[in-house]
């Protein structure tokens, strides 16, 4: 099978290896297509992402969809033949973030493409896939591949929306609207917000989002006066969604904050320590909180998506062939020309 391996930054070779077996109560998918996330990006572009740097060949990919090539023993929930989107996280399900239902932080987790632990923990960009059949989730016949590999993505915007409570009738602003900041556009809106505004420094990005049927869109560099008029009378919105892991941006997003709000941290930074306005957070009681991954909303993102309750057509830019795997790379760090980038065989 063919494989797409990072040997270091800017590092990618594509190489052949022997098909996985499956195993009892595992399943062999033939790949169908995966998305480019800013973490495969961060890795291909850096060697690393936040705390996790490389320390051997890792196969990247973890927003992959399928077809059941073969079923191995015990399991009955999928067939041969079946599109699934394959969930990539492995939590160990024993551990005690586990056992209070929080799996998504699990102290053992195995998630795809992942320099996380060591051994790394191998990913999906590969022409054959063996998971639990646990992880895999059937989708119909008639879903779009790509649509389908938009389940882990969207689970991220849908945990993040969890974590900051109902929406229904608030005001939402989103930084920075790459492929998690659209897509926490679109969970907005569907759990109820009343008023969303979104923030980037890239033109391109904030054309896409006005498409999506956002209520303001503003370029955080070159409209500075628009940003700061949201910090007036101690903040604007009851909840910011802040998805660029930009220093600048989160000090923004915390003044944007109206008093007794939350700022919804979904954007890793690209360096180890920002500076935080705690004073300022205390004083109006803006809580902070972290957004990790998903555990329970992966389901709810391939229902919605199969369902066609979320549309992420419009977000779908570019596809692959594997064999064009740096390519696709180099396209999906051009925030002027993509958003979502796919690979397929």
Same mark, same amino acid.
């Given at each position: 099978? *063919?494989?797409? =391996?990072?040997?270091?930054?800017?590092?990618?070779?594509?190489?052949?290896? %022997?098909?996985?077996? @499956?195993?009892?109560?595992?399943?062999?998918?033939?790949?169908?297509?995966?998305?480019?996330?800013?973490?495969?990006?961060?890795? &291909?572009?850096?060697?690393?992402?936040?705390?996790?740097?490389?320390?051997?060949?890792?196969?990247?990919?973890?927003?992959?969809?399928?077809?059941?090539?073969?079923?191995?023993?015990?399991?009955?929930?999928?067939?041969?033949?079946?599109?699934?989107? $394959? /969930?990539?996280?492995?939590?160990?399900?024993?551990?005690?973030?586990?056992?209070?239902?929080?799996?998504? $932080?699990?102290?053992?987790?195995?998630? &795809?493409?992942?320099?996380?632990?060591?051994?790394?923990?191998?990913?999906? !960009?590969?022409?054959?896939? @063996?998971?639990?059949?646990?992880?895999? !989730?059937?989708?119909?016949?008639?879903?779009?591949?790509? $649509?389908?590999? =938009?389940?882990?993505?969207?689970?991220?915007?849908?945990?993040? @929306?969890?974590?900051?409570?109902?929406?229904?009738?608030?005001?939402?602003?989103?930084?920075?609207?790459?492929?998690?900041?659209?897509?926490?556009?679109?969970?907005?809106?569907?759990?109820?917000?009343?008023?969303? #505004?979104?923030?980037?420094?890239?033109?391109?990005?904030?054309?896409?989002?006005?498409? *999506?049927?956002?209520?303001?869109?503003?370029?955080? @560099?070159?409209?500075?006066?628009?940003?700061?008029?949201? &910090?007036? /009378?101690?903040?604007? !919105? %009851?909840?910011?969604?802040?998805?660029?892991?930009?220093? #600048?941006?989160?000090?923004?997003?915390?003044?944007?904050?109206?008093?007794?709000?939350?700022?919804?941290?979904?954007?890793?930074?690209?360096?180890?320590?920002? %500076?935080?306005?705690?004073?300022?957070?205390?004083?109006?009681?803006?809580?902070?909180?972290?957004?990790?991954?998903?555990?329970?909303?992966?389901?709810?993102?391939?229902?919605?998506?199969?369902?066609?309750? $979320? %549309?992420?057509?419009?977000?779908?830019?570019?596809? &692959?062939?594997?064999?064009?795997? /740096?390519?696709?790379?180099?396209?999906?760090?051009?925030?002027?020309?993509?958003?979502?980038?796919?690979?397929? !065989?």
């Amino acid at each position: 099978m *063919l494989m797409a =391996m990072l040997y270091g930054a800017k590092d990618l070779r594509l190489e052949r290896g %022997d098909d996985p077996v @499956v195993g009892p109560g595992q399943v062999k998918i033939r790949f169908g297509a995966g998305g480019i996330c800013g973490s495969d990006l961060s890795y &291909y572009g850096k060697g690393r992402i936040g705390d996790f740097s490389l320390m051997q060949p890792l196969c990247l990919g973890h927003e992959v969809s399928g077809e059941v090539d073969e079923v191995g023993a015990g399991v009955t929930r999928v067939k041969k033949g079946d599109r699934v989107a $394959i /969930n990539p996280n492995q939590p160990c399900r024993v551990c005690r973030t586990c056992k209070v239902g929080k799996g998504h $932080i699990c102290l053992a987790m195995n998630f &795809y493409g992942s320099a996380a632990l060591f051994p790394h923990i191998q990913g999906i !960009f590969r022409e054959v896939i @063996v998971a639990t059949e646990a992880q895999c !989730f059937v989708v119909p016949q008639s879903c779009d591949f790509r $649509i389908a590999a =938009m389940a882990e993505p969207l689970a991220v915007a849908l945990h993040a @929306v969890r974590r900051a409570g109902s929406l229904v009738g608030k005001s939402v602003l989103v930084t920075g609207v790459g492929p998690i900041g659209s897509l926490l556009v679109l969970a907005a809106k569907r759990a109820g917000a009343a008023h969303i #505004a979104v923030t980037d420094v890239a033109d391109a990005a904030l054309k896409r989002a006005e498409a *999506l049927g956002i209520d303001e869109a503003v370029n955080a @560099v070159a409209s500075p006066e628009k940003v700061e008029a949201w &910090y007036a /009378n101690k903040g604007t !919105f %009851d909840v910011t969604f802040e998805c660029s892991g930009n220093a #600048a941006a989160i000090a923004s997003a915390i003044q944007a904050t109206a008093s007794g709000g939350c700022v919804v941290q979904v954007g890793m930074l690209g360096v180890p320590t920002a %500076d935080i306005a705690v004073n300022r957070m205390v004083s109006r009681e803006v809580d902070w909180l972290g957004a990790f991954r998903f555990d329970g909303e992966y389901g709810a993102a391939v229902h919605e998506l199969a369902s066609g309750a $979320i %549309d992420v057509s419009s977000l779908l830019t570019h596809s &692959y062939k594997m064999s064009a795997a /740096n390519d696709a790379f180099l396209m999906a760090a051009d925030r002027s020309q993509s958003m979502k980038v796919h690979l397929t !065989f």
